[in-house]
């Protein structure tokens, strides 16, 4: 992609940025020195926010993670200074530039696509979804290719380790592996696993306990005639995920195992497992007939094609994998079960379920792993597409991106796409009539997004999560099933599944007292666990000391690998209206067991009537809970991203 030579010229010389390894710039072919890596960082962050305003505040929390000094905005000021002095050298003193820009939302770096490498990288990796989506594996493998093509490390190498643990250059990482993933499908399916092969590498290099990943490159080492170096990867991953998690293997790597020893990897008979874009939902698609069953064994799973005539044939669109060792919930899934029957029991009318929480309580878990359970039950059909309500790093799936994925999904060729939402509304319902089809919309952000995804045919189930309370869906009948953080007993069987049953039996103090300082949130014991899991040899009495002194903070329950409570926290935080998050961030100087509007009014200085409607909206968001009417509760954990929020504001 070539930059518009009119808008170049328009803003001086030809820069060049680099986000996907070391951060560099260059102007008219010279690299320039970036400066010191506290200017680095904010070079990087102003890349990762693709031309956005990146707010003050954040700029702030970059380079001074805990509380800023009073000096912090004057530096802040300094090195946007020095790095838009650095970019426009003829700059004339005083005067805005054209790059480095500052708006109301904050500071943006003004970049065209071809002048960044992450933003090529995206651009590229949603060619080669359009592809995969439409059957053209070999240009989607070529596309993946070029897309990994612009990653060279680690991203946003050369600042301080602190900062790239920001959730934008993580969230970055992880587009990383997810278009490897894609890639090694796509190069499956057509045959050019060779190529792939490098990105591969070193996407296991660097999460090294990413089993599908893992599952991935030994399939493409066999498929390039590697056998014994195939072997040897899955015996390098097997030691690892029992020395540092204490786990096996699970279904898909095995599978991948198997089929090295028996010599079964040629070319896969189906299609890539698809994200469909960075902007849009994921929707994972496999079809009738191939190898692929509700586990993952057997092969990547790939798009449903459209019959001959053009006519959408139905789509079998792939669940994400279950959860292994899935513990508890025994009373929640008996009740999705209930309406589940209600529904495909009877011929009446189509229903929808709603699975809230606050974040980190297991809505997803249960939903994928109920849906697991009752896919039989819907004989037509399994929708998956995450709609990003809550994510903090990339704005909600829009209903149109939405249903132009779903219907990709059943099959209808991009050619036959209409336009417009409406007409995308009525060909999805249209094609759903008669048919018994589940249909899990994950992480909703409001009920206008959920409208038009939700089925209109009489046997289909739509399994909402959210942490947003969705009263309009509830009003319209939905059936609404709100999560807590599970019993003491759960709680414990999870720990114990997760570090290991015999672990957790030696030491049940300390095992009790993590769950007591996690506030038994499962997120909270996963982060815990992947810790414990990785230093066995540290005993249960030493992490449950360590949760005692980092007590009120978030620091023992962030910086996961795979998890940040911190991180999911403040999906919830960043939606809050500002007198909403101003009073979230006074609850934790309330001392008493139980908040109420009276109380709330007194220590925020406000009307009783505005403290009530500022506690619904946090209620809302599941940031705290009304256990009775009018009484609020706060989570311990809550309580302290809350006091968290007060020092860094």
Known sequence: ?????AHRGARGAALRFELLGPVRAWRDGTELDVGFPQQRALLALLLAYEGRPVPAGELLGLLWPGHPPASAPNVVRRYLGALRRLLEPDLPPRAPGRRLLRHPGGHLLEVTPDEVDLLRFRELTRQGIRAAVTGRAEAAALRFTDALGEWRGPVAMGIAAAARGHVRFTAVGRELLETARLAADAALLCGRTAQILP?????????????????????????????????????????????????????????????????????????????????????????????????????????????PDGTPSTGHTRLPPDIHGFTGRKAELEWLTAARDAVTGTAGAPAAVWIGGMAGVGKTALAVHWAHRAAGH??????????????????????????????????????????GAAALTGLYRTLLAGRRVLVVLDDAAGTEQLRPLLPAAPGCLALVTSRHALPG????????????????????????RLIGADRAAAEPGAADEILLRSGRLPLALAVVAERAAGHREIPL?????????????????????????????????????????????????????SLTPASAAALAGLPVRGARRLLGELAESHLITEHTPGHYTLHRLLGAFAAERARHT
């Not at 929708?383 to 939405?402: F, I, K, M, Q, T």
């Not at 869906?473 to 114990?496: H, N, Q, T, V, Y």
């Not at 940040?564 to 609850?587: C, H, I, N, Q, T």
């Open 1 to 5: 992609m070539s930059a518009d030579p």
């Open 541 to 593: 009495a030493d992490t449950a000391a360590y949760l005692r002194e980092k007590e009120g903070t978030l620091d023992a329950f962030s910086g996961g690998a795979t998890a940040d409570v911190r991180v999911a926290f403040l999906g919830s935080y960043r939606l809050l209206s500002p007198e909403a998050a101003r009073l979230f961030r006074l609850l934790p100087r309330h001392g008493g067991p």
């Open 199 to 307: 990105a591969l590498r070193r996407a296991t290099a660097l999460d090294p306990l990413d089993e599908p990943l893992h599952a991935r490159l030994i399939l493409s080492l066999a498929a390039c005639g590697l056998q014994a170096e195939a072997l040897t990867a899955y015996e390098d991953v097997r030691r690892r995920l029992a020395a540092e998690l204490g786990i096996t293997p699970g279904t898909e790597l095995a599978a991948a195992h198997t089929r090295v020893l028996r010599q079964d990897v040629g070319r896969l008979t189906s299609g890539p497992r698809v994200d469909v874009g960075r902007k849009t939902p994921v929707v994972r698609v496999s079809r009738p007939g191939t190898a692929v069953d509700s586990r993952g064994e057997g092969g990547a799973p790939g798009a449903a094609p459209a019959v």
């Open 378 to 419: 819907f004989p037509d059909g399994h929708l998956y597409a995450a709609l990003r309500g809550s994510d903090p790093a990339r704005a909600p799936a829009e209903p149109e991106e939405a249903l132009r994925a779903m219907l990709t999904a059943l099959g209808v060729p991009a050619t036959r796409m209409p336009a």
């Open 473 to 496: 869906l509830i009003a319209s009948g939905a059936r609404p099933l709100r999560l807590e953080p599970p019993p003491a007993d759960d709680a414990r069987a999870m720990l114990a």
